[in-house]
């Protein structure tokens, strides 16, 4: 794992300290000396994880973290305060600020590495969400990335994973009002408790009396359903080593106890803020992915989808000696129907005629707008005669009954071509396929419309 660092602290001697240390373990070393600096760095190159010292003339680490997580440009990027404070004010006041970490000095070497490795993993998934966001289309990526999710009204919903009775009505006490908190006494249950409820956080007690608490995360880590979930270690003091290895195996943050209640808010808001962060660029994504392969107008499938899933639906059918078949529909004199009655009631039409059509297909079947007036249904496992009686229902759905369009409800008599086409036994093709569909639409339109044709070859 490489990474690039950048270092921020007003002592060369601190500096060269923490640089050595870095380079050791491969990781590529940015330095500042002061705030300006730091954000000038963060803000022109590209810097994974920010090390940033508290304790520095004219602009405090303090206010350097707020200005960093308050642009959106640098707001991912994660930050660690070092410095020689150690109270727990001092703490809070640095996640506040929107730190990731509050390191105190002098800093344990290995449990510097494991956050630094720990977070940068983080970073890595972060900066993917943000590049296939940034390379979609209508996200509103800048107004997403400066939504402060840590304000919403909703109160995060948490699982504790804790046996002490005592140690769960302490943290129940401190979390009211904050969160909305479930109790599991057992950690099998509370395995599969956070499997079936959407937490955005599971904080895990160490003090079990006959489980590993780093096997319940590491379970945690391993399911698809809970793999980005935030997990909070509870440790006890003395426990550096399974910290350590906690981190090695993902959990996000921890707590010593005995835990401060504004420490665990702070730390539970940081990890619940992330968390809402990449679960919005994920589901920006997702729904941009969908916009890419679906018809704005009447919610089918776009030609593109049809272009990439027909070949796999047709390689799938041959490969089993299964029968598929398409049909190709056009609506009859289209042209005078937006001549008549304007592009708004053309449209209507279309979305009506697209809610006839799925109406009258399987949920198997891969009804697309083809362009313009034009739609494809393909039929898996479907003979060509079944095809072409499915085709004669569509077309007669359409023709029995007048299409309203407009706020006064204006009735319009509408019809619609259908051509159909099934796949040959021995050699046949998509492209082949497809032509035998069109030039039988073309001999239902040319036959004189309102009909269904049917090439067997």
């Given at each position: ?10 002592v ?62 640098t ?44 977070l940068?993993r ?39 994973i ?7 009505e ?104 992330r ?56 609506l ?5 129907i937006?001549?008549?009655?304007g ?6 039409v ?6 006839r ?21 393909v ?23 007048p ?33 035998r569909?069109?030039l ?18």
């Amino acid at each position: 794992m490489t990474a690039r660092i950048l270092v921020v602290d007003d002592v060369p001697a601190n500096v060269r300290l923490l640089e050595v240390r870095l380079l050791a373990e491969y990781f590529e070393v940015l330095t500042a000396a002061n705030g300006p600096d730091a954000i000038e760095t963060c803000e022109n190159g590209k810097v994974d994880v920010v090390l940033l010292d508290v304790m520095m003339p004219d602009m405090d680490g303090f206010e350097v973290c707020r200005r960093l997580k308050s642009d959106p440009a640098t707001s991912h990027i994660p930050v660690v305060m070092i410095t020689a404070l150690d109270q727990v004010s001092d703490r809070v006041r640095g996640l506040e600020a929107g730190a990731d970490d509050f390191l105190t000095k002098p800093v344990n070497d290995l449990q510097l590495m494991t956050r630094v490795k720990s977070l940068v993993r983080l970073k890595s998934l972060t900066d993917e969400l943000r590049l296939r966001a940034s390379t979609t289309r209508n996200i509103g990526i800048e107004e997403l990335l400066s939504r402060n999710f840590a304000a919403e009204d909703t109160m995060p919903k948490v699982l504790l994973i804790d046996e002490r009775k005592t140690s769960v009505e302490r943290i129940q006490k401190m979390l009211r009002d904050r969160a909305d908190l479930d109790i599991s006494s057992d950690p099998h249950a509370g395995f599969f408790q956070a499997a079936e409820t959407s937490y955005e956080c599971v904080m895990i007690s160490t003090a079990f009396a006959d489980f590993d608490p780093l096997r319940l995360c590491s379970q945690l880590r391993s399911l698809d359903r809970t793999r980005f979930v935030p997990i909070i270690l509870l440790a006890e003091e003395g426990e550096e080593e399974r910290i350590i290895r906690g981190l090695e195996l993902g959990i996000n943050d921890y707590l010593m106890r005995p835990i401060d209640q504004q420490e665990l808010t702070a730390r539970l808001r940081t990890q619940v803020r992330r968390k809402r962060y990449n679960d919005q660029l994920r589901a920006s994504v997702t729904q941009t992915i969908e916009m890419a392969v679906t018809d704005g107008l009447t919610g089918l499938h776009n030609r593109r989808y049809l272009d990439s899933h027909l070949q796999t639906l047709f390689d799938r059918a041959v490969a089993r000696r299964r029968p598929l078949s398409v049909m190709i529909t056009d609506l009859d004199r289209f042209k005078a129907i937006n001549d008549t009655h304007g592009h708004d009631g053309g449209d209507e039409v279309l979305r009506e005629f697209a809610r006839r059509l799925r109406k009258n297909v399987r949920g198997i079947d891969l009804a697309c707008r083809f362009g313009g007036e034009e739609f494809v249904v393909v039929m898996p496992d479907t003979e060509g005669a079944v095809a072409e009686k499915v085709a004669e229902r569509i077309r007669a759905e359409i023709a029995q009954a007048p299409f309203a369009i407009g706020q006064d409800g204006t009735k319009i008599e509408v019809t619609v071509s259908v051509g159909v086409s099934s796949v040959l036994k021995g050699v046949d093709t998509v492209a082949a396929l497809m032509k035998r569909a069109d030039l039988a639409l073309y001999e239902a339109k040319s036959g004189g419309r309102n009909r269904v044709v049917a090439k067997a070859a």
